[in-house]
T-cell receptor, first 114, second 120 residues
Framework: KNQVEQSPQSLIILEGKNCTLQ??????????LRWYKQDTGRGPVSLTI?????NTKSNGRYTATLDADTKQSSLHITASQLSDSASYIC?????????????FGKGTKLSVKP | NAGVMQNPRHLVRRRGQEARLRCSPM?????VYWYRQLPEEGLKFMVY????????ESGMPKERFSAEFPKEGPSILRIQQVVRGDSAAYFC??????????????????FGQGTRLTVV
């Protein structure tokens, strides 16, 4: 069964600290993996997109890694800010086929405290 | 260039009523996608439309749900005879090209802020 599992479910950190969010998937055949940030009450906003040949991709203080062999990805946030408080969603795409082949994780809810 | 606009932001309906959710894609985008998000759950694909055509409705419930994207005007997601289980956040996304396919892997989709439907 094609699934995307994220951990931890929620995380609280102090402002200025770093954190790493995990994503494990069992999606096959794999096309790409995306990380989204979803603020409370708003739609998801894309942070990074990676294909199987890309190991790492950065977007400012956000760095995503991908290990296509172990089917794992991580999102590392450096020097966290209060505005980083949000849900972070990992999305894996099946290669080809319909648009329904987009598998969303349930997200990790990050709270950054002052 | 305004982003994807969804309205209303919040919608309350009594059981048995109809709910109409609207989505205006970004300017220049002709591809629209609808997703549903239940509390504590990930987004689930419902339907993909391209101007006047339904391309993929594999995620839509077979009854009571319908979607359209007319030549003029916003895309509409229509839920007839709503039930409590329809309560959820409904998100619309749009893109200039078909996304998530093998030949357009990095085509981005932009999401609206969602419509939160509450059925009482």
């Amino acid at each position: 069964k094609n699934q995307v599992e994220q951990s931890p479910q929620s995380l609280i950190i102090l402002e200025g600290k770093n954190c790493t969010l995990q994503c494990n998937y069992t999606v096959s055949p794999f096309s790409n993996l995306r990380w989204y940030k979803q603020d409370t009450g708003r739609g998801p906003v894309s942070l990074t997109i990676m294909t199987f040949s890309e190991n790492t991709k950065s977007n400012g203080r956000y760095t995503a890694t991908l290990d296509a062999d172990t089917k794992q990805s991580s999102l590392h946030i450096t020097a966290s800010q209060l505005s980083d408080s949000a849900s972070y969603i990992c999305v894996v795409t099946l290669y080809g086929g319909s648009q329904g082949n987009l598998i969303f994780g349930k997200g990790t809810k990050l709270s950054v405290k002052p | 260039n305004a982003g994807v606009m969804q309205n209303p932001r919040h919608l309350v309906r009594r059981r048995g009523q109809e709910a109409r959710l609207r989505c205006s894609p970004m300017k220049g985008h002709s591809h629209v996608y609808w997703y549903r998000q239940l509390p504590e759950e990930g987004l689930k694909f419902m339907v993909y439309l391209q101007k006047e055509n339904i391309i993929d409705e594999s995620g839509m419930p077979k009854e009571r749900f319908s979607a359209e994207f007319p030549k003029e005007g916003p895309s509409i997601l229509r839920i007839q005879q709503v039930v409590r289980g329809d309560s959820a956040a409904y998100f619309c996304a749009s893109s200039p090209n078909r996304i998530f396919t093998g030949t357009a892997r990095n085509t981005e989709a932009f999401f609206g802020q969602g419509t939160r439907l509450t059925v009482v």
